[in-house]
């Protein structure tokens, strides 16, 4: 069920992404690979797979983008496994994927802000220390990148600039 | 002695085991899978591509000058998908036996890269799943397009 601005405090912020649309999303986080396919996890795979927010009407919501730069939103919605959940965000309906991009999440019938989709950063940062960038910072990312270099081919680099 | 075991007494092994079922089918129960379904099968070839880059349009995201930032994303969560010669996004929601679908530096590893899977397909609500059997050929990042557009989106 998709529901209206008013009674629910949304305040998503618009990107200007084509097809975006600011809403609040209702309803049930689930595992997209249990709730499509019945190969479940527990605890939703604890932030390991990709969640998403089951509708009243059956609609299934993918949720691919938290407020964390590079980051998605399985950690925020990860501890309302199987919970009903207000999202504040943005609905994209491209024609290649829909998802969602949640800014907020809250329990459902809470009245209190929604939490900003965050905890991406605060467990990275329990595992690795506080970084201005995380990406840049990230261990296994770094390792990735040493291995092939950043444009993903070893021993091919940027021309330098001029 | 747990608070459990104290409410069972001294539980068998199996009895133990039997209520670990049941607490699984009840998390079953509210987390899905109210409509789990049978895809069809599918080979598919394209670029392992970053979800949230290719429809936000925020930058230029494909090939080398998109691999590192599609590392990053990869690695933080956002969902990965392959990009067919016509555009469309298939949602990569296992590997083989590996469902970690999030944060997974398997694949991460693949990112950008040109390859051709078989698997199931499983569209709902605008989104093609993808479960994907098995990587049938990777021919690595072949698509150059550093030259014209740099390193995406900061440029190191």
New interface residues.
Partial sequence: MFCAAAGFAQAAEP?G???EKPLVLKG???????????????D??A?????GI?EAN?????V??GQ????????DLAGF???EVEADGLL???P????F?AQGVREAGSTAPFTPTER?KTQWEARNGAAPE??RA?P??NA??AE?G????KG?L??P?P | MTALSQWLGRPSARALRRLAAAASLLGAALTGPALAQDGRRVSVTGEIADSWCTISGLMFAKGTAHHQCAVWCALGGIPVAIRDAEGALYLILRIGDDTDSAANPRIARIATHEVTVNGELLERDGVKHLLVDQIADDKGVINLTHDEHGIQPFGN
Avoid: M
């Fill in positions: 990107w992404i084509p097809h049930r986080v689930v595992d997209a690979l249990c709730h499509l396919k019945g190969v479940c996890a527990p939703c795979g932030g390991k797979r990709q969640l089951l059956g609609r299934f919501r993918l691919g983008k964390v730069d590079f980051a998605g939103a399985a950690p496994c199987g919970r994209i309906e491209n290649a994927i829909t998802l991009f991406f995380w990406w990230d296994e990312s990735i990148i092939t950043p444009l993903g081919i091919l940027p021309k600039k």
